[in-house]
């Protein structure tokens, strides 16, 4: 390739460049000289996005919130009457030898100085002639490469049942079946409104690029009759859908923004009286852009079907390069 071949191909890169400069930003200055029309347009557009960017937040929250899991997978075993001191610390070094739990055990009298404590029967107590309790183990689970505390606890439940000295094993998983099922439910309702909301977006761009083509349809026919190239004709309304989803996806994160906002003091206060401190997190800075990208994607790509349609139906009937 000589140096001419060079100095030309410089020279169309720098032309392609400064006419994609140049539709990039008079298409938004096209959106700017009509600040009405443009703005119901952003708005319904940055309501569509805002809902599952919301949902999102707020499941990404509660999945960083502090629930004391640990607590719900506990299980109290209650060993049989005869069982002692010595069958009680043996199964509790059983459980500490295993690498999914570990034990703590619970003699008969801490177990009735603790109940004499929180009952306030302390005198009704003395009347017994024998501590009436058994021998108590608290086991607590522990998580190993992402195991799921529900199938831990699971495993644990029928070991101990399987034991000759457990008398009854009680642990309330429900309470994690309903967490669990609910952050799924929680993030499948996520891809949904993400998929709706998106095809909602993409609609509403491609429904207002066409009322654009359309209204410039004769404007249109005369840059086909002087030479310009279907790209050339397609380039400002592609550039307008984008402006129209990055908008769109702007205002949707200011909502966002707002919205933490004005629930972060009560939200705080709610979680203050059961003394859980967390602070709301939001999208983070890669979160965002992702976001912004996403919106203006949707509209160059709503924007691009739609007037392509219509320059499909032009090139049809022959209106396109005729006069």
């Not at 460049?17 to 600040?35: E, I, K, N, V």
């Not at 009704?124 to 608290?138: A, Y």
């Not at 994160?253 to 967390?278: K, M, T, W």
């Not at 979160?287 to 349609?309: H, I, K, N, P, Y």
Request: glycine letters at 8%.
């Amino acid at each position: 390739m000589n140096s001419l071949q060079m100095k030309s191909i410089r020279r169309g890169v720098r032309a392609w460049s400064r006419r994609q400069l140049y539709s990039f930003f008079s298409s938004l200055g096209t959106l700017l000289g009509h600040p009405v029309a443009t703005t119901m347009t952003v708005l319904v557009l940055g309501i569509a996005m805002v809902l599952p960017l919301g949902l999102y937040v707020a499941v990404s929250n509660f999945h960083g919130l502090d629930l004391q899991q640990d607590e719900w997978g506990a299980i109290t075993v209650f060993l049989h009457f005869g069982a002692g001191e010595k069958e009680a610390t043996g199964l509790a070094r059983m459980i500490n030898d295993r690498p999914d739990a570990s034990a703590e055990t619970f003699s008969p009298q801490q177990g009735m100085e603790e109940f004499r404590q929180s009952s306030g029967f302390g005198q009704v107590l003395d009347l017994f002639d024998e501590n009436p309790l058994p021998w108590v183990l608290l086991v607590t689970p522990r998580l190993q490469d992402d195991e799921e505390l529900e199938m831990v606890v699971s495993r644990l439940d029928a070991w101990l049942q399987a034991r000759d000295d457990v008398d009854i094993v009680q642990v309330d998983h429900k309470w994690l079946q309903r967490l669990s099922g609910l952050l799924k439910l929680g993030e499948a309702f996520i891809s949904v409104l993400t998929v709706m909301f998106s095809l909602a977006v993409f609609v509403v761009v491609a429904n207002t690029i066409r009322l654009d083509v359309a209204n410039r349809a004769e404007e249109i026919q005369v840059m086909s009759l002087v030479g310009a190239g279907e790209n050339f004709i397609r380039q400002p309304f592609l550039y307008t859908g984008f402006w129209y989803g990055l908008l769109g996806a702007l205002l949707a994160l200011v909502f966002l923004s707002i919205s933490l906002y004005y629930l972060h003091q009560p939200l705080e206060a709610l979680l203050d009286s059961y003394g859980n401190r967390f602070e709301i997190q939001g999208l983070s800075s890669f979160d965002a852009m992702l976001v912004l990208l996403a919106g203006g994607a949707l509209g160059f790509l709503g924007a691009w079907v739609s007037v392509q349609r219509y320059l499909r139906q032009l090139r049809t009937s022959g209106r396109l390069g005729r006069t």
